[in-house]
């Protein structure tokens, strides 16, 4: 039985959403009923995610149907009462919006309780480097988690850090995977001018339009949920000039600063070009031709009419056609100039790239793109060699045996490239033999893997320090 190394963390912090989840399959609902609610004043707060690698997992669904906190007195404050259904691995080192806005009582907290159903996973067999779906049990619907310091909630919003802690969650054994949610829980300080997920910015957020009035926008993510976002004269507009130029349906993708106030103003917003109504986001898993003229995709997100019914780790074909365009997140704007050349083009896709499918159409499990955007993907491993090329740090990571990436592409490290840019998170100082994790854009060049890297991590640790029953 092989343990994962991969977590999840439901961040609250704000007025915007509160919840947190994983996509699933079918499994017994359990509902937190019972007790005695605090009561008082109100702090507004929203409920952000991310999660970090799971070496064969590639896709993990899980619902999360029920957070409720508790004071030293038992009274509780429930953070999620309804059901959310996402997918968990896409949200290696990235923090997303998850629920609609939520007051929770001020006071201090010392335990919660986190009920789950429906869980799914999908891996990549190490044999035949295909996708399979595996056969999922959940062992657990309940962690009760206490914590190793009380939260407070104050007038202030805080953020909240609900973690899975992945590596500790599943266990694949064959093709059986075996869920028991083990969650961490702590508060985050919010920044007064957040740079990152660690303190209150959230990058590469995707959505389609619900509305717009004003200064304001509502995006339906692809968790199904509805957020508010506001704007400013501040707001770095990509694709468009104005607000008016977004219709009901219209694609984008954002970067999101938290307010004290608990509100999400958005920092970017870049509409996808064309007359796209579908998106899909993943893993490439496989391709035809040279260039390459159709591809397999693992979706781990997806929006629009035509990709009701997907599920987490649905594999889908891609065709590239003569008017399909290639382009690099609009996040990571205009990459500087690097020791390399990076391209991405239908003649550099390889499998193990994570992408986004812009398609004006979806059939079944098929669609031709009319853009295929290079997007980030976290990798992990141990550090190799650290030197200098061209002013910026190359770091040679070692992957993890038997993770996706290394079985899809039968590469053994990874070439990282820090430049001036780079939000540096880690907590300790990256040395040779040292476990972390890079978050960027991957490009094959002269058959080295190399990441432009946008945010560097710590590596998966040990379980949390907090008591679990």
């Known amino acids: 039985m092989v343990k994962r190394t991969k977590t999840m963390e439901a961040l609250l912090a704000g007025a ?3 919840s947190m989840i994983l996509a699933g399959c079918n499994s017994a609902v359990t509902a937190l009923t019972g007790g005695t609610a605090v009561t008082g004043n109100t702090t507004a707060t929203s409920a952000l995610m991310t999660d970090a690698p799971g070496d064969q997992v590639v896709a993990l669904g899980l619902t999360v149907n029920g957070i409720r906190m508790y004071d030293a007195s038992g009274k509780y404050a429930d953070v999620l009462t309804s059901p959310v259904t996402i997918e968990a691995s896409h949200l290696d080192g990235v923090d997303e919006p998850l629920k609609a806005a939520l007051s929770i009582p001020q006071d201090t907290y010392t335990s919660a309780v986190i009920t789950v159903s429906s869980p799914t996973v999908s891996y990549v067999d190490p044999a035949t480097k295909k996708v399979v779906q595996a056969t999922t049990v959940l062992a657990s619907a309940t962690d009760t988690v206490t914590f190793s310091t009380p939260i407070t909630v104050t007038a202030t919003s805080t953020p909240l850090c609900f973690d899975l ?38 990058d590469d957020i995707h ?29 770095v507009l ?12 219209s694609l984008v993708d954002v970067d999101l600063v938290q307010q004290t106030s608990g509100t999400l103003l958005a920092a970017r917003i870049h509409r996808v070009p064309g007359i796209a109504a579908n998106e899909l986001v993943g893993l490439v898993t496989a391709t035809t031709g040279s260039p390459v003229t159709s ?9 629009g009419p035509g990709t009701a019914g997907t599920i987490a780790g649905t594999s889908y074909t891609i065709a590239v056609a003569s008017g399909t365009t290639f382009a690099t997140s609009a996040n990571f704007g205009t990459l500087p100039s690097l020791p390399f050349t990076p391209v991405f083009t239908a003649g550099t896709l390889f499998a193990g790239q994570n992408v986004e499918v812009d398609a004006s159409a979806v059939s079944g499990t098929s669609a ?7 997007v980030p993907q976290t990798i992990d491993g141990t550090v190799a060699a650290i030197s200098s090329q061209g002013g910026f740090t ?26 001036a ?32 890297c946008g945010g560097a991590m710590d590596g998966p640790g040990a379980p949390p320090p907090q008591k679990h029953g």
């Open 394 to 419: 190359a770091y040679t990571v070692t992957l993890n045996a038997g993770s996706s990436l290394a079985t899809l592409t039968g590469a053994t490290s990874v070439v990282v490239f820090t430049t």
């Open 16 to 18: 915007t959403a509160a």
């Open 368 to 374: 031709t793109a009319g853009t295929v955007t290079l």
């Open 295 to 303: 591809f397999t995709q693992t979706v781990r997100q997806w929006i």
């Open 165 to 202: 802690m992945v590596g500790q969650s599943v266990a694949l054994s064959g093709t059986m995977a075996t869920v028991t949610p083990v969650f961490d829980v702590r508060a985050i300080p919010l920044a007064s001018n957040p740079t990152n997920g660690g303190n209150g910015k959230l």
């Open 421 to 452: 840019s780079t939000q540096m998170m880690n907590s300790a100082s990256i040395v040779v033999g040292g476990a972390v994790r890079f978050n960027g854009l991957l490009f094959l060049d002269a058959g080295v893997l190399k990441l432009v």
């Open 238 to 249: 990509q694709g468009f000039s104005s607000l008016s130029a977004l219709t009901v349906g």
């Open 207 to 235: 959505g389609a339009v619900v509305s717009v009035s004003g200064t304001t926008l509502i995006l339906a993510t692809p968790n199904a949920t509805q957020v508010t976002i506001t704007t400013n004269a501040s707001t």
